[in-house]
Each structure stands twice: as structure tokens, then as C-alpha cells.
């Protein structure tokens, strides 16, 4: 049996695995010396970088790299704006707690008030019949 990974494992915990190495084709990145195509990071970095120092076109380096022509500007914009931690996957969806409006907080708190600690379950299940929200 085949041991994990401890680069791969830390990929995946951190959210930069490239979820396509195989689309990369640039060759240094099948060397299997410095360059890892499963690093989501070094990928959009060089890819970057190819047509900065080394004057490719920004289309060639996208499909070099394995990505649309969209994803580089994305990522060229991001690297300008932030430098290489604007190269880290944005977080999906929502940013924060966008059902917990104040509206609810109050219920909440009122509900807490009221007769002390509440199981969670519980309630929700007021939210919900109360106030149509389901958390």
C-alpha cells in the first residue's frame, strides 16, 4: 500500500491543490525536481512569471499552464493587487454569517434570556417556525 503523501496532505488542508496537475505541460514541471504541478501556488506563479521575464504570450502561458485565458487574468490581477497571497484560492460562498441578521440575534437573545441555555436544536426549530429561517 502506498503511503500518503505529506505535501499532498498538506495541499489539500490548506486549499491550494491544483486540481488539475495533469493540464499543466509546461516541462519544467515534469522534471520531479523543484516544480510541482499539484502546487495550485507555484503553477499560477510561473505561470505568471513565463510571461513576464520570459515574454510568452499571456494565452500560451495559460494553456501552458492548464488554465483558461479568464483564470490567468483573474490571477494577474489578484498578483498585482496583493503580490503572492493573492495568488490563494478566494473562499466560495458566503463570507460570513448572512442568515444571523440582527432581526435573529435579537430573537435569539431573547429566547436565551428567557428561560437560560437553549439546545441548539431546539432552537432552531423556533427559527424556523418562527421566523421561516432554517440554520
Known amino acids: 500500500m502506498k503511503k500518503p503523501d505529506p505535501k499532498l496532505e498538506r495541499l489539500n488542508r490548506l486549499g491550494v491543490r491544483n486540481p488539475h496537475p495533469e493540464r499543466v ?17 507555484q503553477v499560477k506563479y510561473e505561470m505568471l512569471r513565463h510571461v513576464r521575464v520570459d515574454g510568452a ?6 494553456a501552458l499552464f492548464g488554465v ?3 483564470t490567468f487574468y483573474q490571477a494577474e ?7 503572492l497571497p493573492g495568488l490563494m484560492p478566494k473562499q466560495r460562498g458566503p ?5 444571523l441578521s440582527t432581526n435573529v440575534m435579537v430573537f435569539i437573545e ?4 428567557g428561560v437560560g441555555p437553549v439546545h441548539a ?3 432552531a426549530g423556533q427559527l424556523e417556525t418562527e421566523l421561516g429561517i432554517s440554520v
Not at 57 to 62: D, N
Not at 77 to 83: M, T, Y
Not at 110 to 113: D, P, Q
Open 77 to 83: 490581477e489578484a498578483f498585482e493587487r496583493d503580490g
Open 25 to 41: 505541460r509546461a516541462p519544467w514541471f515534469h522534471s520531479g525536481e523543484f516544480f510541482d504541478a499539484n502546487d495550485l501556488i
Open 110 to 113: 431573547k429566547r436565551i434570556e
Open 57 to 62: 504570450s499571456k494565452a500560451e502561458a495559460a
Open 68 to 70: 483558461s485565458r479568464p
Open 95 to 99: 463570507k460570513g454569517a448572512h442568515k
Open 121 to 123: 436544536r431546539a432552537l
